[in-house]
Nanobody
Framework: VQLQASGGGLVQPGGSLRLSCAVS????????MGWFRQAPGEEREFVAA????????RYLDSVKGRFTISRDNAKNTLYLQMDSLKPEDSATYYC???????????????????WGQGTLVTVSS
C-alpha cells in the first residue's frame, strides 16, 4: 500500500499550488480520501475530504472558497487545488485513505487507515 503525495513547494502569498496523491496497492474507487496538514509545533489539522464517488465533500472553514479537492478514480489519484494561498497555509500536507470512513467522520484523522509521506508547502514572500 502506497500513498505518494507530491506538488508541494515554495509559493508567494496569493499564489497557487496543486497537490496530488497517487494511490497504489488499494482499490482506489472504494476509498474515502482526505487531506490533512501539520505545521511545526502544531497538531495535525483536517483540510478537505471527499467520498469515493465525490458525492460528499468537506472543507476546513478557513480554506473554503480557496481550496478544491477532487479525485480521478481512473487514475487512482487525489488532488488538492490550492489558490489564494496565505502564509498560514504553510505546513506539511498529508493525504489519507480509508475504506470504512463514514461521512460524519471525514474530518477525523483517526478514521483513516493509510497515510502518505507528506509534501511541504511554504507560503512566503
Amino acid at each position: 500500500v502506497q500513498l505518494q503525495a507530491s506538488g508541494g513547494g515554495l509559493v508567494q502569498p496569493g499564489g497557487s499550488l496543486r497537490l496530488s496523491c497517487a494511490v497504489s496497492g488499494l482499490t482506489f474507487r472504494t476509498l474515502q480520501m482526505g487531506w490533512f496538514r501539520q505545521a511545526p509545533g502544531e497538531e495535525r489539522e483536517f483540510v478537505a475530504a471527499i467520498t469515493r464517488t465525490s458525492t460528499s465533500i468537506r472543507y476546513l472553514d478557513s480554506v473554503k472558497g480557496r481550496f478544491t479537492i477532487s479525485r480521478d478514480n481512473a487514475k487512482n489519484t487525489l488532488y488538492l487545488q490550492m489558490d489564494s494561498l496565505k502564509p498560514e497555509d504553510s505546513a506539511t500536507y498529508y493525504c489519507a485513505a480509508g475504506a470504512r470512513v463514514i461521512v460524519s467522520a471525514l474530518a477525523s484523522a483517526s478514521a483513516y487507515d493509510y497515510w502518505g509521506q507528506g509534501t511541504l508547502v511554504t507560503v512566503s514572500s
